[in-house]
């Protein structure tokens, strides 16, 4: 039945999009690689039978999608889901441009919405620009601070998933505090996991070369958590292999990874941040299943 419902999403997604009545942006858009709709199944299983749900899913996606857009030309990424991206495909100005019309077309039927719904959603997107600034700012020079790192996955990864589950439980009638909580900490998590699966993951299932992060200029979590154990000498030595797409620079920070246990210490930070997701929605077997997914994804 869920499946059923991410078709409809899916049809109303292009729905929103035709009526901008213009075969170019059309174009662009078919080719834009889709991904899991981690946020509208969310919101599904807050919030399944109301008769907005699947345009308020919609609104969510086309939120998500144009920050990839933006995402994928701020760091120069030719790949998206294995997929040639879609400024590869189309050049860096009109993949900026089909992000701010997913933009302006989702804040446009946020009009017909809650006020309250309206407003969270528009002021996440607020925190998503701030946190690609600061991850911008950020990739500068390496950067072990482990505050500024959750501030900036707070606002960049977290806000966005935290907004969802607020506004799928204002139009349900339920506790919306309690849902932003339970959101905001599943995607502190949920960014986390994906930082670790860039270190430790399989190339094939990632659609880019593992380590690809640290080679770009990010400084993640397992990174910042292995630099606090290194000797001084060795964290020169990290340091140095910032931005390096080096083989014998990957395999000098995996040994190190390794000895270290830093994949474990990372893991239980996830962990940690899943169990404040699910202390804040006790009991509901949906929304806790979502948690053990996000977290325990394939290595």
């Given at each position: ?5 991410l ?11 035709q ?28 919030c ?14 086309m ?44 804040f ?125 000498s ?16 990957k ?26 997701a ?22």
């Amino acid at each position: 039945m869920k499946e059923e419902k991410l078709k409809q999403i899916h049809t109303q997604i292009f729905s929103f999009i035709q009526e901008l009545k213009d075969q170019s942006i059309e174009n662009f858009f078919s080719q834009f690689q889709s991904g899991k709709m981690l946020r509208s199944k969310l919101m599904l299983s807050i919030c399944f039978d109301h008769p907005d749900i699947v345009k308020l899913c919609a609104i969510v996606e086309m939120i998500q999608n144009a920050s990839l857009l933006h995402d994928d030309v701020i760091d120069d990424s030719l790949l998206r889901r294995g997929e040639p991206s879609i400024n590869a495909l189309f050049g860096n100005k009109n993949a900026i441009m089909l992000g701010d019309v997913l933009y302006s077309k989702a804040f446009y039927e946020l009009l017909f919405f809650d006020r309250e719904i309206a407003k969270t959603l528009s002021d996440c997107v607020v925190r998503l620009s701030r946190g690609e600034i600061n991850d911008v700012v950020m990739a500068q020079a390496f950067c072990p601070d482990k505050a500024r790192y959750f501030a900036m996955i707070e606002d960049k990864t977290a806000s966005l998933i935290a907004s969802s589950a607020k506004s799928a439980a204002i139009l349900a009638g339920l506790d919306a505090k309690q849902y932003y909580t339970y959101g905001l900490n599943l995607g502190i998590a949920f960014q986390i996991v994906d930082d670790l699966l860039d270190v430790f993951g399989n190339e094939r299932q990632l659609g880019k070369p593992a380590m690809n992060d640290f080679a770009e200029g990010k400084t993640t979590l397992p990174y910042i958590l292995l630099y606090a154990k290194l000797s001084k000498s060795d964290q020169e030595i990290l340091q140095s292999f910032f931005k390096n797409q080096d083989s014998k620079a990957k395999e000098w920070i995996i040994n190190k990874m390794q000895e270290f246990e830093i994949f474990k210490d990372t893991q239980k930070v996830a962990l940690d941040f899943g169990m404040q997701a699910l202390e804040a929605i006790k009991g509901d077997e949906s929304l806790e299943k979502i948690v053990r997914e996000m977290i325990f994804r394939e290595f």
